[in-house]
């Protein structure tokens, strides 16, 4: 019995393709797991669980039939999707998880985390992630029309693609210290994130205990 962890999909209707991995995805390796944890960025934006894109209802669907199935699917807010709310997980029988996560599996303590709050040299964006994660910035957003939602999201997906491309990788990656720290504080064994889209296992020892750093891939090159 497998548990699956997965992030970083950017679903997005520009790219159908990823979709159709993502349905052959839930169709087959879903059906065998015991559960599935979404890591963030699941879609490329969401505006809203009000948004009526008939693309991500398909998506939706497929999420339901995996959970009706009685397999359990569990989602952590990415940069991208972190507008995803109740109206999401009813509709999909998703359960949401707060960012860090710890849990217990198969005799080990592991912390999940979307990955972006480890990223601390990249001071504009933390300060960006902390307006743009309060309750009142959400709440401004969401009272908008869908389409002044799609021209902001949009907008913002095109900073984020122009921020990265000036900064170096060690400003983009996570902070080595805040990992050390994370490890430390939440004592965990083994630590699952992706939003990096550096797929890799990491060996660290800390407090003389040798723990592990997953890093998931993205589904744009890695998938």
């Given at each position: ?21 993502f ?44 959970v ?23 509709e ?6 707060k ?12 912390l999940?985390?979307h990955?972006?709050?480890y ?9 960006k ?5 309060s ?9 908008k029309?869908?389409k ?76």
């Amino acid at each position: 019995v497998t548990t699956l962890f997965i992030s970083d999909l950017h679903l997005d209707e520009k790219r159908p393709d990823i979709s159709e991995h993502f349905h052959t995805f839930l169709e087959t390796k879903a059906t065998k797991a015991e559960a599935l944890y979404i890591l963030g960025d699941l879609f490329e934006s969401w505006i809203g669980d009000d948004d009526p894109n008939t693309h991500y209802k398909k998506i939706k669907e497929a999420l339901k039939n995996v959970v009706n199935s009685g397999i359990p699917i569990f989602f952590m807010h990415g940069n991208r999707d972190f507008l995803i709310g109740n109206q999401f997980s009813q509709e999909t029988g998703i359960q949401l998880l707060k960012d860090p996560h710890i849990m217990k599996l198969y005799g080990f303590k592991i912390l999940l985390s979307h990955g972006d709050i480890y990223c601390t040299n990249d001071q504009q964006y933390q300060q960006k992630r902390e307006v743009t994660r309060s309750s009142k910035w959400k709440s401004e957003i969401l009272q908008k029309t869908l389409k002044e939602r799609r021209i902001i999201a949009e907008q913002a997906r095109l900073e984020s693609l122009e921020h990265n491309k000036i900064i170096s990788e060690e400003i983009s990656d996570v902070s080595h210290s805040e990992i050390e720290q994370a490890f430390q504080n939440s004592g965990v064994q083994i630590m699952i994130h992706g939003h990096t889209h550096r797929p890799k296992i990491h060996s660290l020892v800390v407090n003389n205990k040798n723990v592990k750093r997953v890093v998931l891939g993205d589904w744009y090159d890695q998938g």
